[in-house]
């Protein structure tokens, strides 16, 4: 850790833009035994290079572009193969062009989508593959918790019952604490959450659930370390998610919408214990209100004397959002933005990640919800109040499921939220989404009550990929060309 | 949750077993041995055997802490993590006694595969006057809350000489 100086604190710098051009997945499951993660990984590879309106006279045509691939994979213990980017790389048939694997746990989808479009933004690349994917269902459970635990400290947390949502759980207590009150209003707000995350999944068919919940099956459901409860946990999958990154002239070679591309990363200690009370950048909104600033010397001062962002707060998210938000002209994200797919591992976190990407200041994450800004169009169900019930919401949020009700197949999630935003704007939701055969692609049949999520005319989108106790944290914004802000 | 046709109950390390057809899933079992150090750290957990607590404290002068609550590391950290200068081990068991409290809790009742804590297991964090860091642990014999007194106890009479050495109860008045 250190204390910032000029260096810490400058803004990143893209040598010249990065854009989007196609994406693709497979379906995600809990248990995949029909199927090796090569196959999924070239099924992802072929919707993204066959289904994305590509000016490419089919796959062989575009692998000619193609010079870097970067491939996300996490827990090489799960898949029980070390190097499983090198069977990847050589399936898609990408032999003998460069390729990396990365890995940051929860966050290395996001880690992947930064380092191929720095590769794009440096100029060592005009066409890049971002790739991620996990094997999750190697072992049972049990095995898989131990697995996920050793991602904490091995010598001083791992032996503390190989739990990682315990570890969690000790940030979501203290905000429950502190900010919540421990009130039922503020686990009510939890449970919308996830009955929010499953509904949109429920329209989804790539995503693992398909069971739309209430309130009271959330807060009936089994206790798993309070106060989280097995509806407020995120999913275990299988599965693979892939985009194309180019330099402009390639793009508009490949693709008559391709989007632009800033992504940054931040960081904080691997073990909570190590957080220490630090301050933290102000985001441009924030900066520029002096109510705000006046709120956060309150909570540093006797009165409330927290920690922020140490333990209620993702101070590796402050940073991505300090970086994105300053370099490509955000203000205010609220504003700014049409919709955001974050990194919903619990109910809570979610609520902790909208102050640290300044959707709400710090403490006041819940207001993000109740005030309807986090929905499509704000649910008609009792909820909330007949002024807000029905109206379409600010800022929609986790249209995908998010990891709740989609999937969080560790390496391909960062990267799967991309795809998602990336078929917002370029107004292909429905195909990817709202079409029988897509469904039928995946064993399932699409609903009769489907809902439609496309945002209309969205513009700019967001995304947090955010790994463990928040160790590691990417911020991908994703914009059409005709709608960058003006500084 | 998703119904699966697989049954893990079968661990024999030297069994080839076939656990279905189409497609053909097999078992692979796995039962390895780590040898592992605490290299540097090596006294704090020799220290916890001994009804010690041992911390690292940055006596580098030139150092400009991070933190705002001094520059003593528990976790122990062989290197100071702002100057990067060897720390020096410091006792921390008597202000541990006199000052810890619970900065936040979890109970654990679910726990992976080689869990050896008891089960529920209170899980806390420890803010510690003069600590710059708060360092995880487990409490017993109370039901734990932020702002709870508690002191270290030790487990010196069959030690595991892991961090379970370490536990915490409720400080006597
Ligand atoms: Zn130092």
């Known amino acids: 850790m250190i204390k910032f100086g000029p260096g810490n604190l400058a803004i990143p710098k893209q040598m010249r833009p990065v854009y989007l051009v196609a994406a693709g997945q497979s379906d995600f499951k809990k248990f995949y035994p029909e199927k090796k993660t090569e196959e999924l990984a070239v099924e992802a590879f072929r919707m993204l290079a066959l289904e994305n309106n590509l000016k490419v006279d089919g796959i062989q045509e575009l692998k000619e572009y193609i010079h870097t691939a970067c491939y996300g994979h996490f827990a090489d213990h799960f898949g029980d193969q070390l190097l499983g980017e090198a069977l990847i790389h050589d399936r898609l048939g990408l032999d003998p062009m460069g390729n990396v694997g990365i890995k940051t746990g929860g966050a290395t989808g996001g880690s992947t989508l930064w380092i191929a479009s720095n590769l794009i933004a440096s100029g060592y690349s005009d066409c890049a593959l971002a790739m991620g994917w996990e094997r999750m269902d190697e072992v049972d459970t049990w095995t898989g918790n131990h697995y996920i635990a050793t991602a904490a400290d091995k010598d001083y947390e791992t032996e503390l019952g190989h739990i990682y949502t315990g570890y969690y759980a000790l940030m979501a207590q203290r905000y429950w604490k502190v900010f919540g009150k421990g009130s039922p209003a503020f686990r009510r707000t939890m449970s919308k959450i996830a009955v929010k995350n499953r509904r949109h999944a429920y329209s989804n068919p790539f995503a693992q659930t398909h069971g739309k919940i209430t309130v009271e099956d959330v807060e009936k459901s089994p206790v798993v370390a309070d106060p989280l409860r097995f509806y407020d946990a995120c999913l275990m999958s299988v599965g693979v998610s892939a985009v194309l990154v180019c330099s402009e002239e390639v793009a508009y070679k490949l693709s008559d919408k391709p989007m632009r591309l800033f992504v940054t990363a931040g960081s904080h200690t691997l073990r909570t214990a190590d957080r220490r009370n630090m301050d933290i950048p102000l985001l441009p909104h924030e900066e520029a209100d002096p109510e705000i600033r006046k709120y956060y010397e309150k909570l540093k001062g006797p009165e409330v004397n927290e920690r922020y962002p140490g333990f209620t707060g993702f101070l590796a998210a402050r940073m991505a959002a300090y970086y994105a938000y300053n370099m490509c002209g955000i203000h205010d994200p609220c504003e700014d933005l049409d919709l955001v797919e974050l990194h919903d591992a619990f109910t809570i976190s979610d609520i902790q990640t909208y102050e640290d990407i300044g959707l709400r200041p710090y403490g006041r994450g819940p207001e993000y919800i109740e005030s309807g800004d986090a929905y499509l169009t704000v649910p008609d169900d009792g909820s909330f109040s007949k002024k807000l019930a029905g109206k379409p919401g600010r800022l929609p949020s986790n249209l995908s499921g998010g990891l709740i009700g989609c999937m969080h197949a560790v390496g391909a999630t960062g990267i799967m939220q991309v795809c998602e935003l990336f078929w917002q704007l370029q107004n292909r939701w429905k195909y990817f989404h709202a079409r029988k055969e897509m469904w039928e692609r995946f064993g399932k049949t699409m609903p009769k009550d489907i809902e439609n999520l496309q945002v209309p005319d969205a513009k700019r989108g967001l995304a947090i990929s955010h790994a463990g106790v928040g160790s590691h944290v990417t911020c991908s914004i994703l914009m059409r060309p005709d709608a960058l802000p003006t500084k | ?173």
């Open chain 2, 1 to 173: 949750m998703a119904k699966h046709d697989y049954d893990f109950s079968n661990l024999n390390p030297t069994a080839t077993v076939l656990r279905k057809l189409d497609p053909i899933v097999i078992e692979k079992p796995r039962a390895p041995i780590h040898i592992h150090t605490y290299g540097g750290e090596s006294p704090f957990f020799r220290g916890l055997t001994e009804g010690k607590l041992l911390a690292t404290r940055c006596v580098n002068k030139k150092c400009k802490p991070a933190g705002k609550e001094g520059h003593v590391f528990l976790p122990p950290r062989v290197y100071c993590p702002d100057c990067l200068e060897r720390t020096e081990w410091i006792d921390v068991t008597e202000r541990a006694r006199k000052t810890a409290r619970i900065h936040t809790h979890i109970t654990v009742a679910h726990p992976g595969a080689f869990n050896r804590v008891p089960i529920p297991c209170e899980l806390i964090s420890v803010e510690i006057e003069g600590v710059s860091t708060i360092i995880m642990s487990q409490l017993r014999g109370a039901k734990p809350e932020i702002g709870m007194p508690i002191e270290p106890v030790f487990e010196t009479a069959h030690p595991t000489f892991t961090i379970l050495d370490l536990a915490w109860v409720p400080r006597k008045a």
